[in-house]
């Protein structure tokens, strides 16, 4: 009696191409995830390396004694942050005390958009400093917003909402106190509200903003009054 084996082999000879592919699909989609994963962590790592820099600009690491990017708490207020979603703000300590916040506002009214900023405050409402993290001015005009391309930035150390008060923070030719550039007054006008909302959310929140359990969110406050 003759044997059929013409179906068998058939299916036999269809199930290893799609074994093969089966393995090969599944190899490579593992590959993928483990590029995905490693550039994903070489990226936060760079990110909280970037964020560490300009935290040792604004404040020696002698000042503080805890991992001010793990005890963290999130703000959300559009009007004074700049942001549309929750952003992350750190809280810097020493001994269990507090000693400075670190706001991460946007101000979304440079000449070429948004401008984001770190604005680092004492527990008593001065500032520390500031620094910009992003934006896109105009390269010789613009840009003399950043740290390295001057002092202009510096100016804000030590200041306060009342000190200037509320109308002296402003550009001069606005009849405030900070210096604009020259051919670039937008974007000196634009860092220099951000800085002042980011005082004013403080004065809102600094309570908050130390007592609150880690990770949590902070509820936004209406402002009384129009801020500049």
């Given at each position: ?70 005890d963290i708490v999130y703000g959300f207020d559009p009007e004074l ?27 979304p009214h440079g000449y070429s958009g948004d401008i984001a900023l770190?604005?680092?405050i004492t527990v008593d409402g001065d500032l520390l400093g500031v ?98």
């Amino acid at each position: 009696m003759a044997t059929d084996t013409g179906g068998r082999g058939g299916l036999a000879g269809a199930i290893g191409p799609a074994l093969i592919l089966g393995v090969v699909t599944a190899v490579a989609v593992a590959f993928l995830a483990f590029i995905h994963a490693t550039t994903a962590a070489r990226i936060a790592a760079n990110e909280r390396a970037f964020i560490l820099r300009n935290l040792d600009d604004l404040l020696p690491r002698s000042e503080y004694d805890n991992d001010p990017l793990a005890d963290i708490v999130y703000g959300f207020d559009p009007e004074l942050l700049g942001r549309g979603e929750p952003s992350a703000i750190w809280r810097v300590r020493r001994e269990g005390k507090p000693v400075a916040a670190v706001l991460q506002p946007i101000t979304p009214h440079g000449y070429s958009g948004d401008i984001a900023l770190l604005v680092a405050i004492t527990v008593d409402g001065d500032l520390l400093g500031v620094r910009v993290t992003s934006h896109r001015e105009t390269p010789g005009l613009g840009d003399a917003i950043e740290r390295r391309r001057g002092d202009w930035i510096l100016s804000f150390n030590g200041r306060s909402l009342v000190d200037p008060g509320a109308e002296g923070w402003a550009v001069r030719r606005d009849g405030g106190i900070f210096d604009e550039f020259t051919g670039a007054t937008v974007t000196p006008r634009a860092v220099v509200s951000g800085v002042y909302k980011a005082l004013q959310y403080f004065a809102l929140h600094g309570e908050q903003i130390f007592e609150a359990p880690t990770g949590s969110n902070l509820a936004p406050t209406r402002l009384p009054e129009s801020a500049p």
